[in-house]
């Protein structure tokens, strides 16, 4: 497999393509990794789209529809019929296979119904069985092929038997023990069975202390527990302890992935963008209603100003340091919250832990503002010579930085609490709120000192 496939190679396979040469296009990609042919992709007029994918073999075109980012598989979609793509789809993995009928449905819900009858009986069945799970479950991204023994064999039988279900599964390194009623009772690893002696029962060998989840379970969950045990897959069991499925390394970088964008979109009030995203409506359709509320929280903002335009007037020098003080408190809330974010999304228990992690904040939130309010003293009264106002300004911002904090810790707890994404908490949402807030209190401050 090459290393990385170059800008130059895209273009030359773009040319061949485009004048007609499919055959030579597609012998400068045949070695190329179905992640880095998805990209050349990406590239080309979509109305090749399916003449390209032709090109491939069935399992080569699974690999590269998989790898495709989500955009560029919907505009593929759009130009593929039912009819094509079974047989592509038919070569991948049930999780996988059970994503692009869900992508299809967002396109066209009568061309992915028909995609599914024409699927094969037991890959039409595992799909079925898996769209019924929602898409962010550890149920939506199991996948139902899997290699499982029965705890009763020895080494040398379950050999046997993993030779025999050599198909149910690409890339698997361990093994699913299970009793006769195929309940999970635990795993064991490859290497642990080939260097077992052919007699040695598995009792003998099997790993009891394995992790499992339900389907329902949050696939962020599943993505923190897989990371914390250092698990290569994680299984799922229903509440019997059926085994259901298996967690792919795979599947947990995508979920990792995934969240991560997530979390920074609505951070930065984007919604849930794909940075490929090519709708430009869409985006700005996603993009606008955070704007409409920062545009909300400037007018109340403006609207403070006018009450204290007296004041303002009165004391010219300290409107100049309005974006000094809401700037930091704004940057201080950010990230209260987004430590406090990211804890939730890892740890259930933090809600537990409201008071504590509050003081937590609250004492960095105190020696971050002392600190930065002696350097803003000292920056004022060089500039002004007014020990008054440098004290008033300077005092005002260990109040701001001190109540942005507690928002931006206490924020994303409420909404946990009332069953909202903590992560609508950060970005816009504290931002604005600090902002009002806290030119409130700086105005309410100096004009008590200084008038």
């Known amino acids: ?144 092929e899997f290699v499982a023994v029965n705890i009763n064999l020895t080494v040398d039988d379950a050999i046997r038997e993993i030779r025999r279900q050599r198909d149910c599964a690409d890339r698997y390194y361990q093994v699913f023990v299970v009793d006769d009623n195929y309940r999970l009772v635990g795993h064991i690893a490859l290497q642990d069975l080939v260097m077992a002696d052919d007699s040695t029962p598995l009792l003998e060998l099997v790993e009891k202390e394995v992790l499992k989840v339900t389907p329902d379970t949050d696939q962020e969950r599943v993505a923190y527990l897989a990371q914390k045990y250092d698990l290569i897959t994680v299984a799922v069991v229903d509440d019997q302890d059926h085994l259901l499925g298996r967690i792919t390394p795979d599947d947990i970088l995508d979920v990792m992935q995934e969240e991560a964008a997530e979390d920074l979109a609505a951070m930065a009030g984007t919604g849930q963008q794909e940075v490929s995203d090519l709708s430009s409506p869409r985006i700005a359709r996603q993009r606008l209603p955070w704007l409409i509320f920062g545009l909300g929280g400037g007018i109340c903002a403006a609207w403070i100003m006018s009450v204290f335009e007296h004041s303002l007037y009165t004391m010219m020098h300290v409107a100049f340091f309005v974006p000094v003080v809401i700037a930091m408190g704004g940057n201080i809330g950010i990230q209260s919250s987004s430590i406090v974010v990211r804890s939730l999304a890892l740890e259930e228990e933090l809600l537990r832990q409201i008071p504590r992690r509050l003081w937590v904040e609250l004492k960095v939130s105190i020696i971050n503002a002392l600190i930065l309010s002696v350097l803003l003293f000292g920056a004022i009264y060089l500039w002004q010579r007014n020990l008054l106002e440098a004290f008033a300004i300077a005092g005002s911002l260990v109040v701001v930085i001190v109540f942005a904090a507690f928002v931006g810790t206490l924020s994303p707890l409420v909404l946990e609490k009332l069953n909202i994404d903590p992560a609508l908490a950060t970005g816009p949402f504290i931002t604005i709120s600090n902002d009002v807030t806290g030119l409130l209190i700086y105005l309410f401050i100096t004009t008590r000192l200084l008038l």
């Open 1 to 144: 497999m090459n290393e990385h496939i170059s800008r130059e190679l895209i273009d030359q396979v773009i040319d061949e393509f485009t004048r007609g040469q499919p055959q030579s296009a597609l012998d400068f990609i045949a070695e190329y990794h179905p992640a880095d042919i998805a990209l050349l992709m990406s590239y080309l007029d979509e109305e090749l789209f399916p003449d390209f994918i032709a090109l491939l073999e069935e399992d080569k075109a699974a690999q590269v529809v998989v790898e495709l980012d989500d955009p560029y598989r919907e505009l593929l979609l759009r130009h593929l019929t039912a009819e094509e793509l079974a047989p592509i789809v038919d070569d991948m993995e049930s999780d996988e296979a059970a994503d692009v009928v869900q992508d299809l449905t967002q396109v066209d819900e009568e061309a992915a119904e028909e995609l599914l009858q024409r699927l094969g009986d037991e890959q039409r069945d595992e799909v079925d069985r898996l769209l019924e799970y929602d898409e962010d479950s550890a149920g939506g991204i199991m996948a139902v």
